[in-house]
């Protein structure tokens, strides 16, 4: 169980330091990626829902759900490619609330274990959180860059964790 929590853990922090890094060096190239990555999914999943919809012959047993979903589909993958900008400025809302869930599970570390670490981070995580709520549209790239930075500290908090688990392990 230890071994799987570390592996998990190890995982958690190579995807979350990669994160911060491209945050804070490639902000727009990497915001423009993700939103390509998602409209050709979305259209993906469906083209695939509307096909399987006329092969499966669905309609003629008044069954829509393939073809509504293609179509739904289809519908927002053109939506993110058409408004990305607009997108765009609901993502400090969705850091925000991970700022503010990180806050939440480290203030309840530090409660439980009383390290002064899990405080610190808990506290720049709410002050992150309020800031991303309130950040005016055009100083993003300052917040994003500012998210990635704190995407690295908690990065190396997961390395720490590893660390305690590695020296559980041991004794």
Same mark, same amino acid.
């Given at each position: 169980?230890?071994?799987?929590?570390?592996?998990?853990?190890?995982?958690?922090?190579?995807?979350?330091?990669?994160?911060?890094?491209?945050?804070?060096?490639?902000?727009?190239?990497?915001?423009?990626?993700?939103?390509? =990555?998602?409209?050709?999914?979305?259209? *993906? /999943? +469906? @083209? $695939?829902?509307? #096909?399987?919809? &006329?092969?499966? %012959?669905?309609?003629?047993?008044?069954?829509?759900?393939?073809?509504?979903?293609?179509?739904?589909?289809?519908?927002?993958?053109?939506?993110?490619?058409?408004?990305?900008?607009?997108?765009?400025?609901?993502?400090?809302? =969705?850091?925000?609330?991970?700022?503010? *869930? /990180? +806050? @939440? $599970?480290?203030? #309840?570390?530090? &409660?439980?274990? %009383?390290?002064?670490?899990?405080?610190?981070?808990?506290?720049?995580?709410?002050?992150?959180?309020?800031?991303?709520?309130?950040?005016?549209?055009?100083?993003?790239?300052?917040?994003?860059?500012?998210?990635?930075?704190?995407?690295?500290?908690?990065?190396?908090?997961? /390395?720490?964790? $590893?660390?305690? #688990?590695?020296?559980?392990?041991?004794?």
């Amino acid at each position: 169980m230890l071994k799987r929590m570390r592996n998990n853990l190890l995982l958690t922090f190579i995807l979350t330091l990669l994160f911060g890094i491209i945050l804070v060096f490639e902000t727009n190239e990497f915001l423009m990626t993700i939103n390509y =990555v998602i409209v050709s999914i979305l259209l *993906i /999943i +469906g @083209v $695939i829902e509307i #096909i399987s919809y &006329i092969y499966s %012959k669905a309609y003629k047993e008044n069954e829509y759900y393939g073809l509504i979903m293609g179509i739904i589909c289809i519908w927002l993958a053109i939506l993110f490619y058409l408004y990305y900008t607009t997108i765009i400025l609901f993502l400090p809302i =969705v850091l925000s609330l991970y700022a503010f *869930i /990180i +806050g @939440v $599970i480290t203030l #309840i570390k530090f &409660i439980e274990r %009383k390290t002064k670490l899990y405080l610190i981070t808990s506290i720049l995580s709410f002050v992150l959180g309020i800031a991303l709520m309130f950040m005016p549209w055009f100083t993003i790239d300052v917040y994003f860059k500012i998210a990635g930075i704190y995407i690295i500290y908690t990065s190396v908090i997961y /390395i720490l964790e $590893i660390r305690k #688990i590695k020296k559980r392990k041991d004794d």
